[in-house]
Each structure stands twice: as C-alpha cells, then as structure tokens.
C-alpha cells in the first residue's frame, strides 16, 4: 500500500467532512439558484437566467460529490487508484473551489444582506467554498506528495524504469 492510502487516519475524516461540507453547499447553491431565477419575456418566448457564479457552484458541488465517491473507492479498492490522477482531480477541484468562492464573494458584493435569505444561503455557501477549497488543497498536497515520493505498491520509483527479473 503506498503512502497516499495509508494516511486513512488523515484522509477519512478530511474527506468526510468534505462530503458533508458538498452537501450543504449543494442545498445552499440550488436554494440560491431557485431563488435568484430571472425571467422575462421576450418575443413571444420566456428566457430564464441565474447567476453564472452559482451555476458554477452548483458544479463543483456535483463535481466534488463524483470525485469524493471515486476517493473513497480508491482508498478501499486501492489497485484502481492512480496517485497521479487522484492528484490531478484534486488540484483541479480545488482551483474550482478557489474561483468559485471568489465568484460567489464578489457576486453578493460587500455590503450587507440584511433580513434577505437567499442573499445570507449565498454568502453562507461562499464561506463553506472558502473551507471546501481548503479541505481539496490540504488534500491535493497529500496526494500530490505521494504522487511524487516514489513510493508505488510494486516498489517501482516515479521517472525511474521498473527493474525486471
């Protein structure tokens, strides 16, 4: 087993808070998007629209749901993890996560929300992007530190040919 699987006292409970954090970002993100629906008529046809930045984080709710479930696939089932892959997931999840907080921040603006939920569901659902984009990078550098250490399950090391008998 190499290092990346056999940090399960780390990566299990990192993980698992990452799956309840996608979940309520989930609720939060579509709670904002039902809420923040724009329609209009426009010749005859109605057009509908939302904010691109809850769109997106809506995403990578979603996405981060798929990539946890592959995760914890791997850490039981290890011979189907790649630690380069599983690297490359998490790198690219948490610049997901990094633009979508961002997104959201600037979206509701600095000012206050006062007694309007769905602009607080919006702002609570940046602050959980913020700790979600953490969480992917706490666990990206993990991933990426096995990755790159040299240990693999065949005892062969990273950019070095495996020795045959």
Same mark, same amino acid.
């Given at each position: 087993?190499?290092? %990346?699987? #056999? ?10 808070? @990452? ?6 970002e989930?609720g /939060? ?5 039902? @809420?923040?629906?724009?329609? $209009?008529? %426009? $010749?005859?046809? &109605?057009?509908c &629209?939302? %904010?691109? #930045? ?7 709710? /979603? =996405? #981060?749901? /798929? ?5 914890f696939a791997?850490l039981?089932?290890?011979?189907f +993890?790649?630690?380069? @892959?599983?690297?490359?997931? *998490?790198?690219?999840?948490?610049? !997901? =996560?990094?633009?979508? !907080?961002?997104? *959201? ?12 939920? +769905? ?8 602050? %959980?992007?913020?700790? *979600? =984009? ?8 993990? @991933? ?6 040299? #240990?693999?399950?065949?005892?062969q090391?990273?950019? &070095?040919?495996?020795q045959?008998?």
């Amino acid at each position: 087993m190499d290092k %990346f699987h #056999s940090n399960n006292k780390v990566l299990l409970p990192l993980r698992g808070v @990452a799956v309840l954090f996608a979940i309520i970002e989930l609720g /939060l993100t579509a709670y904002g998007v039902s @809420a923040y629906d724009f329609c $209009e008529i %426009f $010749e005859g046809y &109605q057009y509908c &629209q939302t %904010f691109g #930045s809850l769109n997106f984080v809506l995403f990578a709710s /979603l =996405w #981060s749901l /798929l990539l946890l479930a592959y995760l914890f696939a791997t850490l039981r089932f290890g011979r189907f +993890s790649h630690p380069i @892959a599983s690297f490359v997931l *998490l790198l690219v999840t948490s610049l !997901f =996560w990094f633009s979508g !907080f961002i997104a *959201l921040a600037v979206a509701i603006g600095g000012s206050s929300c006062g007694p309007n939920r +769905s602009c607080q569901a919006i702002a609570a659902a940046s602050a %959980f992007g913020a700790f *979600l =984009w953490l969480i992917f990078l706490v666990d990206a550098i993990f @991933a990426g530190m096995a990755a790159f250490s040299g #240990s693999r399950t065949s005892g062969q090391t990273f950019g &070095q040919p495996m020795q045959t008998a």
